[in-house]
């Protein structure tokens, strides 16, 4: 899904750029790029490889403007105000938070948005149809994915009866319901955890999976959590508690050793997910 997601919105950008061809040669389109978490991002990296798919080579015909606010979402209107001091030609924005900022002080540059699960409940468009102004996006939102991740962990946990869910405050409670829903068609008992950003009480958190006798954690692919999915990460392997990840935060817990007798949550079943 990460990468098919990426696809849709590179030739998204694609059209948008298309005009910007017919500039100078000295003149080349200038991309913004606004992302919650850390620079250490994979879908930058995917997002400049599809954009080089289509032609848009960095430093060639192509200038990519990337900003991170690093988990502090109260960055978001500095970030995007040096962007559009910067005269970006669009703005390409990561989960329903960024979105929402975005849409608020740019209301004069195309807006792209990915990895936002329901635009119309997170207030990002009025309507799926006819997003209007000037933002327009992919949803990532896949109604099987909790279904195929809660068994994968059933293959894995033998016996496995209690699984929490983590997820964000901030946006639209669809993953949420999903997983829960397919948790209990699958005979689980979900355990349902929204935590809010932009720094969350994970210590809490998992003290709470602990008296609710958790078997595993299902973290969301939301934006808090994936500011903080190293964290995750952290008390997962600490609590010994079996934790997957959404594709797009594998890369959590890999500094970690796999150690196939233990429940090492951020390393063993992430890369178990990545392999499937």
Not at 24 to 31: F, Q, S, T, Y
Not at 53 to 74: H, K, M, S, T, W
Not at 261 to 273: D, E, K
Request: proline content about 8%; overall charge positive; hydrophobic content about 45%.
């Amino acid at each position: 899904m990460f990468r098919r997601v990426v696809t849709v919105v590179v030739l998204v950008m694609g059209a948008v750029l298309a005009p910007c061809q017919t500039r100078p040669a000295a003149k080349v389109p200038r991309v913004g790029f606004l992302a919650p978490q850390g620079r250490s991002l994979p879908l930058l990296d995917a997002f400049r490889q599809g954009l080089a798919d289509l032609g848009y080579v960095e430093g060639r015909n192509v200038v990519i403007e990337p900003r991170f606010a690093e988990g502090q979402y109260e960055r978001f209107p500095e970030l995007i105000g040096e962007l559009v001091g910067l005269k970006v030609d669009v703005l390409a924005v990561t989960g329903a938070v960024t979105a929402r900022a975005a849409k608020k002080a740019a209301t004069d540059i195309p807006i792209i948005f990915t990895v936002v699960v329901d635009p119309v409940a997170d207030n990002v468009v009025p309507s799926l149809e006819r997003p209007g102004g000037n933002i327009t996006g992919v949803t990532s939102f896949d109604p099987q994915q909790a279904a195929k991740q809660l068994q994968l962990l059933k293959q894995v946990i033998p016996g496995l009866k209690r699984v929490a869910i983590l997820g964000d405050q901030g946006v639209s409670e669809a993953l949420m319901k999903s997983g829960e829903e397919q948790a209990r068609a699958l005979g689980l008992e979900p355990q349902r955890l929204r935590v809010a950003g932009p720094n969350p009480d994970l210590e809490a958190a998992f003290a709470r999976f602990k008296q609710g006798h958790a078997d595993a954690l299902l973290v969301l692919e939301e934006p808090v959590l994936g500011v903080h999915a190293q964290t995750i990460a952290d008390l997962a392997v600490k609590n010994r508690l079996p934790t997957l990840f959404p594709p797009s935060r594998v890369a959590a817990g890999d500094s970690s050793p796999m150690e196939p007798a233990r429940p090492r949550a951020s390393t063993a079943w992430q890369r178990t997910l990545t392999r499937s």
